[in-house]
């Protein structure tokens, strides 16, 4: 099978207005995928299709930058310092530009008003992205860090036979915080920036997927049919679960609480309740 990352550009190959151009970034398992997947829905819209790539990600079709998986894969990526790509790396060229623009190009229909981009490590390279492509779009999804701990935790253990997967729940509590720390930082830095949570996302939709339409200017109603309400459900059973010590989790539920609980709620959500949280996006922008 040819490596799709090997693609290069062509003599007849279309310039992208980099005013068209959003990039979906937020760690493994906050909803990136199926926010983006909502989103290709809007017929003004392009999402990358059929790349034979995990997740249709524009990280692995590409040769420009090392994507997660170099510094550790989720759970562990936003940890190496080498992953927070900013306007002062020496790939932000407008050579590499236009590499990564001929590696994605084919996956899009260039006929769309907006292409889509979404990649995890996004999350701690936007403003690497911001230099390549002034005028670029940006939404960050962000999900309550005991839910992406615990589904990453059963996504990378229990798939992975790889022991430098491992890492226990209060490990991947701080990538989480590690993670936005940085983003949180860079947001000042970025032009043009939207936050949403996947709380707000599935629980609301129609509101949450408006102001995306509002930012992205598109015209009409994102389709919002698909969205599902209770994925996280079974993140708060399990949760619950490790309220006795004694229990499996338990002791890594009381150190998270102690170790992080101030600064979770300093992002509006409850580490004690995984379905509560506070609306909109404001906290992560203060």
Not at 31 to 51: K, M, N, Y
Not at 121 to 142: C, K, T
Not at 239 to 266: C, D, H, K, N, T
Request: aromatic fraction near 10%.
């Amino acid at each position: 099978m040819n490596d799709p990352r090997n693609t290069m550009p062509q003599a007849d190959t279309p310039s992208v207005d980099p005013a068209r151009l959003v990039f979906v970034g937020g760690l493994h398992r906050s909803g990136t995928t199926p926010f983006a997947r909502i989103l290709g829905q809007h017929p003004d819209v392009s999402g990358l299709e059929r790349t034979g790539v995990i997740e249709d990600e524009g990280q692995h079709l590409q040769s420009v930058y090392p994507p997660g998986t170099a510094y550790g894969g989720s759970g562990h990526f936003a940890r190496d310092p080498r992953s927070h790509l900013t306007e002062t790396s020496p790939l932000a060229t407008p050579a590499n530009a236009e590499r990564l623009l001929a590696a994605w190009m084919p996956y899009w229909d260039l006929g769309r008003a907006r292409l889509v981009e979404k990649s995890p490590p996004n999350i701690v390279m936007s403003r690497f992205l911001q230099a390549l492509y002034p005028g670029a779009q940006f939404v960050m999804v962000i999900r309550h860090p005991v839910t992406v701990a615990l589904s990453t935790r059963k996504w990378t253990h229990f798939l992975s036979r790889d022991p430098r997967k491992f890492a226990s729940l209060s490990d991947l509590v701080e990538h989480w915080l590690f993670a936005h720390r940085v983003l949180r930082e860079d947001l000042p830095q970025l032009q043009n920036v939207h936050v949403v949570r996947y709380e707000d996302f599935v629980r609301h939709p129609q509101e949450a997927f408006e102001g995306v339409r509002a930012f992205l200017g598109l015209n009409g109603p994102i389709p919002t049919e698909t969205v599902r309400g209770a994925a996280s459900d079974v993140y708060q059973q399990t949760w619950a679960s490790y309220r006795r010590p004694v229990r499996p989790g338990g002791v890594q539920r009381e150190l998270i609480r102690r170790r992080f609980g101030v600064e979770i709620a300093a992002y509006g959500y409850d580490v004690d309740d995984l379905m509560s949280y506070e609306p909109g996006p404001s906290t992560l922008l203060s």
